[in-house]
């Protein structure tokens, strides 16, 4: 093993007899080792190449997507998004086909990797229901009272935006939770919620 990585990172993994580069080995140097531009351009000239290696390539460094041999990219890029999709950002615009980008929303791949075109407020409705989390990623446009108000509900503090506040919904959260108070603008704190602390021994907040 010793042997075939110092080949592999002083010359060539051509170099390397091809009795000696086992899946087994490949997929541990992969796992283990800094990946190089030559590395995986020799890997795709060799024999020994396969699904698995190019998704485990993808999946650790997705900038090497590039390098990636063609027959691999038309049949498994798809695969290769669900892997790692921060892939999708070295994937040329002209190859983000509506067949693939249709297979990532099956698939709930995050909103940030799905190009703007396709982004629409039944979209987003549906990421969020599917993950709050998503809503990160939600254009302001698309986020809905309602999802503001689940959020306050939820006590999600750290997805709600301070600007979506109006003073109907800093009424809500001070009445679903007293702690919205650390999170809500200042412009909005009045003397009937400080009043409601100051009664509670509410202090530390």
């Given at each position: ?40 351009k ?41 892997e ?10 002209e ?65 709600m ?45």
């Amino acid at each position: 093993t010793f042997v075939r990585k110092y080949i592999i990172k002083n010359f060539s993994l051509l170099r390397v007899p091809e009795l000696y580069l086992t899946e087994t080995f490949l997929k541990e140097y992969i796992t283990d080792e800094e990946l190089t531009d030559d590395f995986v351009k020799d890997l795709q000239c060799s024999t020994v190449n396969s699904v698995d290696l190019t998704k485990m390539i993808v999946k650790k460094e997705p900038k090497y997507y590039s390098l990636i041999d063609n027959k691999y990219k038309n049949k498994y890029t798809k695969d290769m998004i669900l892997e790692n999709p921060e892939v999708t950002r070295y994937i040329p615009k002209e190859k983000m086909t509506k067949d693939i980008v249709q297979y990532m929303i099956e698939h709930f791949v995050s909103l940030q990797y799905i190009p703007e075109e396709y982004i629409n407020k039944r979209l987003c409705k549906a990421y969020y229901n599917h993950d709050m989390n998503e809503i990160l990623y939600i254009p302001d446009k698309y986020v809905t009272r309602k999802m503001k108000k689940d959020l306050i509900d939820s006590f999600a503090h750290q997805y709600m935006n301070p600007e979506w506040f109006n003073r109907s919904l800093v009424k809500r959260a001070i009445d679903r939770n007293i702690q919205w108070v650390k999170y809500i603008p200042k412009k909005y704190i009045n003397k009937k919620i400080v009043d409601r602390i100051i009664t509670g021994n509410l202090f530390t907040l």
